[in-house]
């Protein structure tokens, strides 16, 4: 247990702030997140009922009384779960999920456990009416009335937000208003109808009733899901403070008096409310850093002491780059791909963790990630979704103003590695949104920093089906792969570029996505990330003939992204503690 205190206060200027004691929060749950790259916060939701809890890390769907106690787990259809709603009748949950069968929406019965496809006749949305049609994919955030006869899902097209309506046979729907933006729709029992954040002018508001205009719209800085008490008396939203950061907030309805439930300094947000008034949400803990270990293995040191992660090793051994910024907040996701990741780097030391980027390479308004040095050192290659894009960029060495794509067409696109004649750039990238990442290749001219030709993809032989996650040069003409055959499944592959048929060197057992691979400075070890025996990611490294397996790391801290110093006896690698604690309150 523990007390806070909350500042209430009147939303018209003038009015006094007072500051009272808050309820106790109870701890509920905290649930860790596999990976700090492609992964987001986990969720949950307490059921209407207010006796059991519900949530995600985006793979599971996991089922537990809300004071605690045994957890069980529900079938899942789709690779990731992207949203959870409970029905009213707390006995059934509806999901939005990817991959897999592209059916996206599934309804889950808690007794059985199982799930089946939600109107699997329903392959399309039309309203002859505004002339729009949409496919099931494009519907998200269902949600329902508290009697469960009305469901509201909001999709995008041309760059306005439609909030549709339907009964739940999911039949007569139709597009009930469309906006430049709508999120975080719930129902609203004090206007009986359907709530959701708006923008207008690039002010965002809380708009009481979406299907009037008249209705009630509270001026606030909101982010992140909304919920409203069974009663209507109260709204709870989270709101950005002067540090970006979201906290939880509670406005009473009938007197406009607003309550500050929660301050942290990460992000406090996601209500759901019980029918007993109970309030559950979630608080963000991530945070990541660069460490280093000896390659016979030993003590994890620090490297640095600021977010940063995706570490790579200038050809000299002596720089050390990475990823850095404050990300994965709230606020910066809703921006996405616009967020704050810059890329740098700093002199490695072993013995004194950086407190700052030494050298700023690149920092401009979108994601810029995993740099490399081109082995002249004229150049530096990155990812970033500047200008749109989702693609490989080159710029001369620390002059970011000249930057410019190398490939082009990209989804997911992965981190650029030079190969050491400098002709060769190599990354992966998806065709299109479905995430499955492919290899391709760049022939460049490390002199003039030209592409000699476009991008070719290299399908090694048998390996044709599976998804590319990491690619490192083990020489000119060979590249050491991490292959993801299923989401529970690795293997490493020594591949040659000419496309002939590869190697096997390592399978393994990890659903850890994006977690990287390490080349050892003499070329002999290949270091990965995979769980020891108690759940935590750690180093491993293994024989370039696979005959041998090491684990190189042990604190019980979870790890990702391993780079070989091409120098010394050395990795680097990703430190990150990333997880939602979840907490209920009783206001």
């Not at 205190?5 to 701890?27: D, K, R």
């Amino acid at each position: 247990m523990r007390k806070l205190f909350i500042c209430s206060l009147l939303i018209f200027c003038g009015h006094p702030i007072f500051c009272q004691t808050a309820p106790p929060l109870q701890f509920v749950k905290s649930v860790r997140q596999k990976g700090p790259v492609a992964y987001r916060d986990p969720f949950g939701s307490i059921s209407p009922d207010g006796k059991k809890f519900a949530y995600s890390d985006r793979k599971q769907i996991i089922v537990q009384q809300i004071v605690g106690g045994a957890t069980f787990e529900l079938e899942k259809h789709g690779r990731f779960v992207i949203t959870l709603a409970w029905h009213p009748d707390s006995k059934r949950i509806l999901t939005y999920e990817i991959g897999g069968p592209k059916n996206y929406w599934y309804i889950y019965d808690l007794e059985s456990k199982t799930g089946s496809v939600w109107w699997p006749e329903k392959k399309l949305f039309k309203d002859a009416k505004v002339k729009l049609e949409i496919e099931r994919s494009e519907l998200k955030d269902l949600t329902w009335s508290t009697d469960a006869t009305l469901l509201a899902g909001l999709s995008k097209r041309n760059g306005k937000t439609q909030l549709w309506l339907m009964d739940s046979l999911g039949q007569h729907e139709r597009v009930a208003v469309e906006k430049n933006l709508i999120e975080s729709i719930q129902w609203n029992p004090s206007t009986q109808s359907f709530a959701g954040i708006v923008e207008v002018d690039g002010k965002r508001f809380i708009q009481f009733n979406l299907l009037d205009e008249r209705s009630q719209k509270l001026p606030v800085n909101s982010y992140g899901p909304i919920a409203f008490s069974p009663d209507g008396r109260y709204l709870y939203f989270s709101m950005a403070n002067e540090k970006k950061v979201v906290d939880l907030q509670q406005y009473e309805i009938s007197s406009g008096k607003q309550s500050q439930l929660a301050s942290f300094s990460r992000d406090s947000y996601g209500p759901s409310v019980a029918k007993d008034g109970s309030v559950l949400f979630r608080l963000q803990d991530y945070r990541v850093f660069i460490a280093a270990v000896d390659g016979d293995g030993g003590e994890s040191k620090p490297i640095t002491t600021f977010m940063s992660e995706i570490s790579h090793w200038h050809p000299n051994g002596k720089l050390l780059s990475f990823t850095y910024g404050n990300w994965r907040r709230v606020m910066d996701d809703m921006k996405y791909p616009h967020i704050a990741q810059d890329i740098g780097y700093i002199t490695f030391d072993m013995d004194k963790p950086a407190e700052q980027p030494e050298v700023v390479v690149r920092a401009s308004y979108s994601e810029d990630q995993g740099m490399c040095w081109s082995p002249n050192n004229k150049w530096i290659a990155f990812h970033t979704h500047a200008d749109g894009t989702d693609d490989i960029w080159i710029q001369p060495n620390n002059d970011a103003s000249k930057g410019k794509p190398l490939s082009k067409g990209g989804h997911e696109t992965g981190w650029p590695r030079w190969s050491p004649n400098g002709k060769w750039i190599v990354s992966n990238t998806a065709y299109n949104t479905d995430r499955i990442n492919k290899l391709f290749l760049i022939e460049v001219n490390q002199e003039t920093g030209e592409a000699v030709r476009p991008q070719i993809e290299l399908i090694p032989p048998g390996l044709e089906d599976g998804i590319y996650t990491d690619a490192q040069w083990l020489d000119n003409s060979h590249l050491v792969i991490e292959y993801v055959v299923d989401p529970e499944t690795k293997e490493i592959h020594i591949v040659p570029i000419d496309g002939s048929p590869g190697k096997m060197i390592h399978s393994f057992k990890s659903d850890q996505l994006y977690s990287g691979i390490g080349i050892s400075f003499d070329q002999r070890w290949v270091s990965f990330i995979a769980p020891d025996d108690n759940g935590t990611f750690q180093v491993f490294k293994v024989s370039i003939d696979g005959k041998e397996v090491k684990q190189l790391t042990f604190d019980n801290t979870d790890k990702a992204h391993p780079s070989g110093s091409p120098t010394d006896n050395i990795f680097s690698f990703t430190v990150f503690n990333f997880q939602s604690i979840f907490w209920m309150i009783r206001p």
